[in-house]
């Protein structure tokens, strides 16, 4: 079946976004293994080892792009399946309108769940 739409088309926006969001992924999860399994691995699994790090503003922030990233690039990998299928007219309005609102919902919650950890509510 031919794609009828896709952000995956190479040289597209959503294409680049896709990609950098996939590259960052690695990164930020490959230095994060790295870290669990070679250097420090009892404190990483510590409640308030971990704690204590989300007080460090870059690690929130760290955390916080990685939950957005990650969060847009399954939304959009989704959502382009989805029209891959042959989504259409109101269904591609209704389905981007529920993604949108229960990925703000999740990033919402995250950031909320970030913020109480580093004692900062």
């Known amino acids: 079946m031919a794609e009828r739409y896709s952000s995956f088309t190479p040289g597209g926006t959503g294409w680049l976004l896709q990609r950098i969001t996939a ?4 990164v930020v999860l490959a230095f994060h293994f790295f870290l669990l399994h070679f250097v420090n691995h009892a404190a990483e699994i510590e409640f308030a080892g971990t704690q204590a790090r989300m007080q460090n503003v870059g ?5 916080v792009s990685f939950l957005i990233a990650g969060t847009f690039h399954g939304v959009n990998g989704v959502y382009n399946a989805l029209l891959n299928q042959g989504l259409e007219g109101t269904q591609k309005k209704v389905v981007l309108a ?19 950890m580093a004692g900062w509510t």
């Open 59 to 63: 690690y929130f922030l760290t955390m």
């Open 23 to 26: 590259a960052f992924l690695v």
């Open 98 to 116: 529920v993604l949108v609102i229960a990925s703000l919902g999740l990033i919402g919650q995250g950031i909320y769940v970030a913020t109480t």
